[in-house]
């Protein structure tokens, strides 16, 4: 008997993803999901053939998801498709990590990546005309978490609360669920506005909480010793679904950053429908007129949607990502034709558009990025 090593971690990922978005992944009572049970199955099969003993039931292959990295052979992961330290499980939050979403996002049915795209197109055919879907989104990307009080309170709100755009998005929440609050309180990142947890899922016990290095929110690479909102009371609290927190809402604020430079600079952008920060760029000058904005943690898994790329292609990452040598160059070594694509920060995004010698760069060749720390 073999497996497929990579598949058997695809598969492993598309399923524990599934099972995030409905519950916690703490513990599961016989029959498990069908889905669940094809990966455990797998999985001892694996270990029989390696001659390992394997996971005895589904909640402790969750704790060897949580514990053992990507890279373990026992996942026989290929070496260049994932940042080999990553879990599937976050340690502390014990849900699906975002190398668990991109990863389950790379499979055939694009996973949850896919779904997001599918409820943002079934938004655009309800909301009927551009304007409309533009600010409906837009309320969606600024509004991860709504209360109730926030439709009858306009100074709450942080994005254009009307009864027209709530009745095009209401759809698109879902009840808060249990397993994101501590004794009932929910905790949101001060960075990234989306859902968190102290390290142990304790229930803060001042008024505020403040994050550290054990603190998992939903973008999980938040800066620490920030100071966390809490919703005590979360009666009315919806949360806009999954898929659309981790695939529109998380990289919204870079989106944000690029589109001000791109206006700043004059230069001319239209969005592509069906895509996920995906815009036309207009102007002369420019090396690249196909711009995409995202914010991920596995660079092997974005290079790879730019494989096929039909022409110069720009990808805007995070500043952070994208000073970062490791992160570079294991973004460019999974490209067979690197010299089409340009990887960058929202810095000197345009100067860096009108520069064809920066497409395809060696990390090593730019001054600025000599020096910097493997992430």
């Not at 550290?212 to 100071?227: D, H, I, K, V």
Request: hydrophobic share 40%; proline share 8%; with cysteine.
């Amino acid at each position: 008997m073999t497996s497929d090593g990579g598949a058997l971690l695809s598969e492993i990922a598309e399923s524990l993803s599934e099972l995030g978005e409905k519950t916690d992944l703490k513990s599961f009572l016989l029959p498990y999901p069908a889905v669940a049970q094809r990966a455990l199955d797998r999985m001892v099969l694996r270990c029989i053939d390696l001659g390992l003993e394997p996971p005895k039931s589904l909640p402790e292959l969750i704790e060897w998801c949580r514990h053992r990295s990507v890279g373990d052979r026992i996942f026989e992961s290929p070496p260049a498709l994932l940042l080999p330290e990553a879990t599937l499980v976050h340690p502390e939050g014990l849900l699906p990590t975002r190398t668990c979403l991109e990863l389950a996002s790379a499979g055939t049915d694009g996973g949850p990546e896919e779904e997001a795209r599918e409820l943002l197109a079934e938004l655009a055919s309800r909301c009927g005309s551009e304007e409309r879907f533009h600010r409906s989104r837009q309320f969606l990307a600024l509004n991860p978490v709504v209360r109730g009080r926030e439709r009858f309170d306009r100074r709450l709100g942080k994005g254009a609360w009307s009864k027209e755009i709530w009745s095009q998005v209401r759809g698109l929440y879902r009840p808060l669920p249990r397993f994101l609050t501590a004794d009932g309180t929910l905790l949101l990142c001060a960075t990234c506005r989306l859902p968190a947890l102290l390290s142990g899922r304790r229930v803060p016990d001042r008024r505020t909480a403040v994050s550290g290095p054990e603190t998992w929110c939903e973008r999980e690479t938040c800066p620490p010793a920030l100071s966390m909102e809490l919703i005590r009371t979360t009666d009315g609290v919806l949360l806009l679904a999954k898929p659309l927190r981790n695939f529109l809402s998380l990289p919204f604020p870079l989106e944000q950053a690029v589109l001000a430079e791109l206006n700043r600079a004059a230069v001319g952008h239209q969005a592509q429908p069906g895509e996920l920060g995906a815009y036309r760029l207009q102007g002369a000058g420019l090396a690249a007129h196909r711009l995409h904005i995202h914010d991920r943690v596995q660079p092997a898994l974005l290079a790879d949607r730019f494989v096929g790329a039909a022409g110069p292609v720009a990808v805007v990452v995070p500043e952070e990502l994208a000073r970062c040598t490791r992160y570079r160059t294991t973004f460019f070594q999974a490209l067979p034709d690197p010299d089409r694509v340009l990887l960058t920060g929202p810095v000197d995004l345009v100067t860096r558009l009108c520069d064809a010698r920066a497409f395809g760069e060696c990390p090593l060749d730019e001054p600025e990025m000599r020096g910097e720390a493997d992430a």
